[in-house]
């Protein structure tokens, strides 16, 4: 089958390409890229013939987005998602290829489980899955797990998500060890003996709301520590979901260093504040936990000065009846795949970044730091493509999500930019 | 008029509206004086207690007022109920509504509780209670003794002592007592008062004999002994050296002053026996008062229902 994508404005950072053209893709392939520069909003008068053609006209058109942290849930905890939702969920917000964590039970340390995600995502998913691997057996922080044996059987990197490696040693043997495979190990910052029993920002609002507070130390600790131990080991550290301003100084300072590190932050951090929880909204409850306006545009400056290399969701569905508790026990997470283009396409809008600088950081900045293939439109490369109208207003609606996870704290709220087509190896979702 | 259904903090509530149940609790505070202690204002109505936590007095109190306005009283405590069978917290709750209740009286260790069984029910919840947040029935009736024996709050000075970081009951007398016009002061070791605190319109200090200058009222909170254990201060001993109440102490404040304190007391700990039981105590008091408070809120609610 041959697909032709018409008239429509290729963005894609990693070839520097911003220009109208055509995409023609045979066998989930893409053919030829003709490129048509000075031609704005003037119909492309020559006839290639295709057995589909989408119309791009005035709509953007950039490489499949690459989300380098997601909550996919199974093994062990289909009832708030499955490989299969996840990943359509992924597909619907304009994402090709996910990376999942490793919190599953059992606990992805093992090249079984690995083996049995990448299987499963064959069989049953809707875009590319890369697993990431435990740093330690079982999240316990305690012994490494077999990196090597697990990034063979296709870990991209390794990550304690959910929980941090408290024992310094352990982390910086991992840090060593792990550049034998060359692969990146993702830290989760949180001091635990400064978090202990903490369900939000710590601040007045949560004296006000009477909820045990998560300090931004907690997290600015850890970050400073593992900057430290990859300065000394020269190991490859990735900071996941930066939340607080006092982070993004310490990475850029360290960046400034030569230190080999990347960060990344969620839509949520540079979206809303702590106030979000006020009236024990649960779906708001997330960790790291919403910040202030102050830490939302330390994180704008550190996405606009290149200190955040990377955007990604930490999509983290739960059940709606967990949702449902009081708040102190409710689970923390945002169900995040399906809002993330809208929410950071706020960024172009409000000119903290340019239309390049967030793709790059939502495609080629991630295949950089994790070694894939993709997030780009090349000749000759799978077909991993998203069309994007950006100027459709919608509403979000939870009801709505694909995702099993309805847990959004940007339930009703008015976004512009959809992705209205997702082309994954050549399979065309339309919206 | 109350603007609510519910009790759900003094955060929620105005100045008038805290003034209103005094006002209303003067008139029963009568009624419970009288030899017979009932009246029949809520005859035919249901009250549930459902506490979560254990809980002697408060339960108590708010049984008996119920009990004095003539309503049905049906304790639930969570020991015998379906919840250690793994029922989920809204499920109790419905099925309490379910069975008739018009007043769902709450006490939960997890703050927030309450405002999520009054978006789901339409029963009227009273929180008795919940997490580190608030314990409004409280401070109502320690603004109504704070009245009776002060008058007019606009010129007192008064203070918090103890534990602030972790009591519910601290912060519903910091709102009830700014709103009310009084100026606030909190003492206790910097582990135990949250950073930021002032903004909520009090003052801090730290070294008991300074803060206790010249105040009207002293209000004394509990000390958990758990608080030493995860080492907010080091010893208890030392803790007593510091922030207990002593004679000497009290000798620092007004010589009209009040001593309050929510019960239970750890005697020796942060309260002397001298002051606990000395002329300048109205501990007991405060829990008389607290059933006029308790039934003036359940009439006041009914009434907001119609």
Known sequence: MKILIKDGHILDPSQNIDCRGDIIIEDLKIQEIILKPGEQHQRHKENIRADKIIDANRHLVIPGLIDMHVHLREPGFEYKETIKTGTFAAIKGGFTAVCCMPNTNPVNDHESVTEFIIRKSKQEGFCTVYPV???TKGQKGEELAEIGTMKNEGCVAFSDDGRPVMNSTVMKRALEYSKTFNVPIISHSEDLTLSEGGVMNEGLLSVKLGLRGIPPEAEQIMIFRDILLAESTGGGLHIAHVSTAGSVKLIREAKKRGVNITAE?????????????EGYNTNAKVNPPLRTFHDIEAIKEGLA????????????????????????????????????????????QEGVLTKKALIEKMTVNPAKILGLNGGNIKTGSLANIVIIDESKEYKVKAEDFVSKGKNTPFDGWTLRGLPICTIYKGIIYEW | ????????GIKELTAEEITLVLNTAAGFRDVIARDIKKVPALRGKTTVNLFFEPSTRTRTSFELAAKRLSTDVINFSV?????????SLIDTAMTVQALGADFIIIRHSSSGVPHLLSNKLKASIINAGDGINEHPTQALLDAFTIREKKGDFRNLKIAIVGDIAHSRVAKSNIYSLTKLGAKVRLIGPPTLIPRNIEQLGVEVFHVMEEGLQDVDVIMMLRIQMERQDKGFFPTTEEYVKNWCLTSKRLSFAKKDAIVMHPGPMNRGIEITSEVADGASSVILEQVTNGIAIRMAVMYLLSGSRK
Do not use: Q, R, W
């Open chain 2, 1 to 8: 008029m109350l603007k609510s259904k519910d009790l759900l």
């Open chain 1, 133 to 135: 691997g435990a740093i």
């Open chain 1, 265 to 277: 932050t969620c839509p949520h951090y540079f979206s809303i504040t702590e106030d979000a929880v």
């Open chain 1, 305 to 348: 000065d290149g200190t955040i290399d990377v955007i990604a969701t930490d999509h983290a569905p739960h059940h709606v009846d967990e949702k449902l508790n009081p708040f102190d026990s409710a689970p923390f997470g945002i169900s995040g795949l399906e809002t993330a283009l809208g929410l950071c396409l706020k960024l172009v």
């Open chain 2, 79 to 87: 020991p015998t109920s379906s919840v250690v069978k793994g029922e």
